[in-house]
């Protein structure tokens, strides 16, 4: 692919030189005559290297490389200096010029300086590539598995994650949405810029604004001062939404403004603020039943939904569960700096036979407890397996009713509703036994009211 360069300069002979020189080696070249310009150039086009000089009437040369730098900072620099000037080349080169060459020059030594930054940046991709591509490695070590529906995943990732393109992660809690979220920031160009994620069902709604977009001093009551929301924080880098369907619906449509436009407006201010922020969202809820309900923006859906990644259930990964048991123990054991335990047969089939309503997460915390309770003990027991029968045995109780026949809303409630009964309808109890927040637990409750009429008043 040729390479693109910028040249600014103020001198119109030296420009038009400089031009012709460098399209005859096989290099694109535009020019500007000022800083202004080139950033306006920048903003239409995209290059490999800026070469300008550092005097200039208007904008210097270190103004403008300091705001090309921020808005592009993968665009390489050489600076042009009189000789006599070495500490503005110096100065320029700490604000991430690759290098310098005073005046007067010959063109076979710019010819010969361009040659080393694109040496040297050839460099820097292949470890960067290197970087993601090991990156990937870690976090498919993190997520464990060979069933094939793990491995569709994967191919997934490997697909979007260098595309820049908006995924959303749908599946039941559990699953390991958040650990997708990171593999696609880590498999990204942005991997060395900031990944912040937000749990949108733990902020209250009289914050959600002020949380995403910023605020100015006196906004609001409590704000003392000016600051930045999560959007400014993760410019250039990538942002997870979590549990997206919890985000109020009146925010929905100022969060979709800032998608379409990447730009936003704290709050108390009337100024546009650009952002370049990648998003990454997760819910575990049906968003298209959310906007048959009026409760979802569609266009919103429509403007998350440009990827999707669909994760699988434990119950549909066939044949990862003794990978995953083994990958808990022996991470429990490094944790706790014990040997690893190891399962009785009686506690395996314990384990190999239960529903797992709770995916992953409820399996982590099962073995975590297990091992835990074993004390110096050197092999877990079917006394040291906690389980929640009620929620869901594989092949009793929930899932033996009606002959076994249940729409996944009829399971869903049985469970929300077993689980109420448990923790005697205490509600923080009962969402933590289910995997899901309290507030995704109120939503059903309330989705399912007419068919609780035998349960009290929800505590806690």
Not at 4 to 33: F, H, M, P, W
Not at 164 to 191: I, W
Not at 339 to 354: D, G, R, T
Request: net charge negative.
């Amino acid at each position: 692919m040729t390479k693109r360069i910028l040249v600014v300069d103020d001198d119109t002979n030296l420009r038009v030189i400089l031009q012709k020189s460098l399209e005859s080696c096989g290099y694109t070249v535009s020019v500007a005559a000022d800083g202004e310009s080139a950033l306006e150039v920048l903003h239409k086009e995209s290059f490999d290297l800026m070469i300008t000089d550092l005097s200039m009437p208007g904008m210097s040369g270190i103004e403008l490389l300091q705001e090309a730098r921020k808005a592009y900072p993968n665009l390489g620099c050489l600076v042009v200096t009189a000789y006599g000037s070495i500490e503005k080349a110096v100065m320029a080169m700490q604000e991430g010029a690759f290098d310098f060459i005073t005046k007067p020059f010959s063109l076979a030594h710019l010819e010969n300086r361009i040659e080393r930054f694109f040496d040297f940046d050839g460099l820097q991709q292949e470890n960067r590539n290197l970087k993601r591509e090991l990156s990937l490695q870690k976090n498919r070590r993190k997520m464990v598995g060979k069933s094939k529906a793990v491995e569709e995943v994967f191919h997934l990732i490997d697909m979007v994650a260098r595309a820049d393109a908006t995924v959303f992660v749908c599946g039941p809690s559990g699953t390991g949405k958040e650990l997708v979220a990171q593999a696609v920031h880590e498999g990204s160009n942005r991997a060395d810029r900031p990944f912040l994620k937000v749990n949108c069902a733990a902020v209250p709604e009289s914050l959600f604004e002020s949380t995403l977009f910023g605020h100015l001093k006196g906004a609001f009551s409590g704000a003392y001062k000016d600051q930045k929301g999560l959007f400014e924080e993760c410019d250039g880098g990538t942002l997870l939404l979590d549990e997206i369907s919890e985000i109020p619906f009146a925010l929905q449509a100022k969060l979709l403004r800032v998608l379409q436009e990447n730009a936003l407006t704290r709050v108390g201010s009337t100024q546009e603020i650009p952002v370049d922020v990648r998003i990454v969202a997760t819910s575990n809820r049906d968003i298209e039943e959310m906007i048959n309900r009026g409760e979802f923006r569609e266009d919103l859906y429509f403007r998350l939904n440009v990827f999707p990644i669909q994760l699988p259930s434990l119950r549909e990964r066939e044949g990862d569960l003794p990978l995953l048991i083994n990958h808990f123990l022996q991470s429990f054991a490094a944790k706790y700096e014990q040997p690893v335990k190891e399962l009785s047969p009686e506690a395996l089939e314990l384990l190999l036979n239960y529903h797992w309503p709770g995916n992953i997460r409820e399996l982590e915390h099962t073995l975590e407890r297990a091992v835990l309770l074993t004390g110096k003990e050197e092999r877990i027991a079917a006394r040291h397996i906690s389980l929640n029968r009620g929620l869901g045995q594989g092949g009793g109780d929930i899932a033996a009713e009606d002959n076994g026949v249940l729409t996944l809303a009829d399971m869903e409630r049985k469970l929300i509703l077993a689980a109420m009964k448990k923790t005697n309808n205490h509600r923080a109890r009962a969402a933590s036994l289910l995997g899901i927040s309290v507030r995704t637990l109120r939503n059903k409750l309330n989705l399912y009211a007419d068919h609780f009429e035998t349960l009290e008043e929800p505590a806690g």
